[in-house]
């Protein structure tokens, strides 16, 4: 038994509920100033105001020193196990070339795939071990992590390994996705219909295969890029319907770079999450308003291509439920930091506070399929909590470049 207490907390900002929040809910959280947090065994037994603070014995007491509170934040979009990195793809991005341009050269998600392949297990390993401990350092208490630069059975299989040994070594819980559907296979170049058949065929069933002989499956999720230059409507679905088939729960990327039709193919599929949406159109938002689907949005990946920024505000409005994500991956978004993407949303989407909060860690959740155990602050959730360097949401938000974390706790333990 490990009871703690964590006190002074000066304010403690926190959605509630264990369902996405939509239109006018998404910006409606609670606040309890000068507030108390008990937890036992990594889980939340009670929040205190006032004289309602308990006393009694604990086996460790936090001081939170009047700051803010929040919960852990839930990044629920990351392409974090890759070999090698494309610095040398800058130049040719300011000399104006495009990333479908690079992609069709033979550079993009295709340079990544070959470093991929060439990097063992341990070197995967230790070099994602790496980013994630300074991932945490941020205030991210759940991550999703994706394949996809593997591209053939044994390199995705090493991937989504790495990945599952990740899952054993880390108190952050990481939520593992299949994506195959990343790009065509340099072997299947020009074939991308016989590539779509042997990720059907071949791959899934060899990943379903592992997730029903191992007790920490390989995959949860199964991710398609629908996309010109990658994946067409008929490639996606098919490449969905194999997955739902063997246990996966569908995602999508939609609508990055065209509109091809990604976001009707992702709702039909009942996708938990449509991501990206930096092009989407109107009647995009409606498949999205009338299904279940969380659209998540990654700010951080419009900044750095200068590309055009989703219409979070108007999903909102039209009742979507808004996620926000890093999209850390080494083209095009080379950056893990949760909080940037918060400031963006802040200055470029235009969100409110209470929204951006809900964002990333609420909506977050659910876009993980998690929000029955983290994403709020709330009797019965685990205890993944962030002290902030700031006394309010304004402030959090309002400081930009500076890591505003100030101790993380993930199931009740610090973790920095």
């Known amino acids: ?207 379903e295969r592992r997730n029903h002989e191992e007790e920490i499956p390989l995959a949860v999720f199964c991710d398609v890029f629908c996309e010109n230059s990658a994946f067409n409507v008929e490639q996606s679905r098919k490449v969905l319907i194999a997955g739902k088939k063997a246990g996966l729960i569908p995602k999508i990327h939609a609508d990055e770079i065209n509109v091809i039709g990604a976001v009707p193919l992702g709702t039909e599929m009942n996708a938990i999450s449509a991501d990206h949406l930096i092009m989407i159109d109107n009647d995009g938002i409606n498949h999205l308003a009338d299904s279940a689907t969380i659209a998540t949005v990654l700010p951080s990946t419009s900044f750095y291509l200068g590309e055009h920024f989703a219409p979070a505000k108007e999903l909102i409005k039209r009742n979507v439920p808004v996620a926000i994500a890093s999209d850390f991956n080494p083209g095009s978004c080379p950056s893990y930091n949760l909080q940037l993407a918060m400031n963006l949303a802040y200055l470029k989407y235009r969100m409110t506070p209470a929204e951006i909060l809900t964002a990333v860690t609420l909506n977050a959740a659910c876009a993980v399929d998690m929000a029955d155990k983290v994403g709020t602050i709330e009797r019965g959730k685990q205890c993944d909590i962030v002290i902030w360097k700031a006394k309010n949401l304004e402030t959090l938000l309002y400081r930009f470049g500076d890591n505003m974390a100030e101790t993380v706790i993930k199931k009740g333990e610090v973790i920095c």
């Not at 990740?166 to 994506?179: A, E, Q, S």
């Open 1 to 207: 038994m490990s009871k703690k207490l964590i006190k002074n907390i000066g304010v403690l900002a926190t959605p509630t509920g264990s369902y996405a929040k939509s239109g006018k809910e998404q910006g409606e959280i609670t606040i309890y100033k000068d507030a108390a947090i008990v937890c036992e065994n990594g889980e939340i037994l009670g929040i205190y105001t006032g004289d309602t603070i308990p006393n009694g014995q604990f086996d460790e007491i936090i001081d939170a020193k009047g700051q803010l509170v929040t919960p852990g934040l839930v990044d629920s979009h990351t392409h974090l196990v890759f070999g090698g990195w494309r610095e040398h793809e800058v130049p040719l991005k300011l000399r104006g070339a495009s990333y479908l341009e690079i992609l069709e050269a033979g550079g993009g998600i295709i340079d990544t795939v070959r470093n991929t392949r060439k990097d063992s297990f341990k070197e995967l390993y230790d070099k994602s071990m790496g980013l994630l401990d300074d991932i945490k350092k941020l205030g991210i208490t759940t991550i999703e992590i994706k394949s996809g630069y593997g591209l053939d059975i044994e390199n995705e299989m090493k991937q989504l390994e790495v990945i599952r040994e990740m899952r054993k070594n880390t108190l952050v819980d990481i939520c593992p996705t299949f994506m195959g559907a990343h790009a065509v296979a340099p072997e299947f170049a020009g074939k991308p219909d016989e590539y779509v058949d042997y990720i059907v065929n071949e791959m899934i069933p060899e990943l």
